[in-house]
Nanobody, 124 residues
Framework: QVQLVESGGGMVQAGGSLRVSCAAS????????MGWFRQAPGKEREFVAT????????FYADSVKGRFTISRDNAKNMVSLQMNSLEPEDTAVYYC?????????????????WGQGTQVTVSS
């Protein structure tokens, strides 16, 4: 059983920064593609960012490109999302996910395991 636990969420003013992290247990995270998704009130869960197992490939949603950076520390079995220049529209529950498919993956259907989510609130 793979377990993913997000942390680092909170409240920040527009223009500020937050870093959310995801710790994996039950399996070596370094073998798998990881991703971040988010779900805002009244909206469907959407793709945010993904990173390949080695960290050599990343891909971002257009809405966060240039502001967010996904990274991984395989020695610590951890994946992080650095969020800069945050906007109120970024307010959502952010979810970490693990995919069994190699490479960068942007669809929720390509991810098998999910964390419980961490709330990020950006005030105007």
């Amino acid at each position: 059983q793979v377990q993913l636990v997000e942390s680092g969420g909170g409240m920040v003013q527009a223009g500020g920064s937050l870093r959310v992290s995801c710790a994996a247990s039950g399996r070596t995270c370094s073998r798998y593609t990881m991703g971040w998704f988010r779900q805002a009130p009244g909206k469907e869960r959407e793709f945010v960012a993904t990173i390949s197992a080695s960290g050599g490939m990343t891909f971002y949603a257009d809405s966060v490109k240039g502001r967010f950076t996904i990274s991984r520390d395989n020695a610590k079995n951890m994946v992080s999302l650095q969020m800069n220049s945050l906007e109120p529209e970024d307010t959502a529950v952010y979810y970490c996910a693990l995919s069994n498919i190699a490479g960068t993956r942007t669809s929720s259907h390509e991810y098998k395991y999910w964390g419980q989510g961490t709330q990020v609130t950006v005030s105007s």
